[in-house]
């Protein structure tokens, strides 16, 4: 159980163009997800909170209306990256939540190349 | 405040234990360990939830100090399949009916040998 996937595994997008992740849960419902940022070698950096029906809460330094977050269903979390530029290449990941459950279950992340 | 793992890296040679540890600057409400495989996304090991806690399975194991500053995670008879980047995600106490968000540590990078 608690399986999370994510949609493109990867993508390569030319600098200006938007891409969209899916991040979706398969066997429970998803009260809440978040997206992380990783870049080579280094920890998981929260990019932004996001509740079902709710508009997602951003970390510090995290451009909201670049990096745009729908949290439409109990089991979809999308993340749309704006004009995309070759500094935004990185390792995305998703992790979601049911309820008050404590643990967070990551999906398989998404590398995004900016050319 | 980002936690601060040590050691940043390990070899071992397949057999050996190893520590990690987690420390944060603030008072924790859960520390949660996870590993990570390069190109892969984390997968949870365990949770900690009270202070003075352990737990653990097969081989891994992990203690949440009284003060709950400090968690470490044990790695006993390391096999090949623990090599990975290990990462503590905690959680500060924080007002209910707030979603409450992991900070991940620094990393330890784990490598284990034949």
């Known amino acids: 159980g608690a399986v999370v996937s994510q949609h493109p595994s990867w993508v390569i997008c030319k600098s200006g163009t938007s891409v969209k992740i899916e991040c979706r849960s398969l066997?429970?419902?998803?009260?809440?997800m978040f997206w992380y940022r990783q870049f080579p070698k280094q920890s998981l950096m929260l990019m932004a909170t996001?509740?079902?029906?709710?508009?997602?809460?951003?970390e510090q330094g995290v451009e909201k209306d670049k990096f745009l977050i729908n949290h439409a269903s109990l089991t979809l979390s999308t993340l749309t990256v704006t004009s995309a530029h070759p500094e935004d290449s990185s390792f995305y990941i998703c992790s979601a939540r049911e309820g008050l459950s404590y643990e967070q279950y990551f999906g398989p992340g998404t590398r995004l190349t900016v050319t | 405040q980002q936690p601060v793992q040590s050691p940043q890296a390990v070899i071992l040679r397949e057999g050996e234990d190893a520590v990690i540890n987690c420390s944060s600057s603030k008072a924790l409400y859960s520390v949660h360990w996870y590993r990570q495989k390069h190109g892969e996304a984390p997968v949870f090991l365990m949770i900690?939830?009270?202070?003075?806690e352990q737990k653990g399975h097969d081989k891994i194991s992990a203690s949440f100090n009284e003060k709950k500053q400090q968690s470490s995670l044990y790695l006993t008879a390391s096999q090949l399949s623990y090599s990975g980047t290990y990462f503590c995600?905690?959680?500060?106490?924080?007002?209910?009916?707030?979603?409450?968000?992991?900070?991940f540590g620094t990393g330890t990078r784990l490598q284990v040998t034949l």
């Open positions: 900690l939830l009270k202070g003075g």
């Open positions: 995600g905690t959680e500060r106490y924080i007002n209910t009916g707030t979603a409450s968000k992991l900070t």
């Open positions: 996001s509740n079902e029906g709710s508009k997602a809460t951003y």
């Open positions: 066997d429970f419902q998803a009260t809440t």
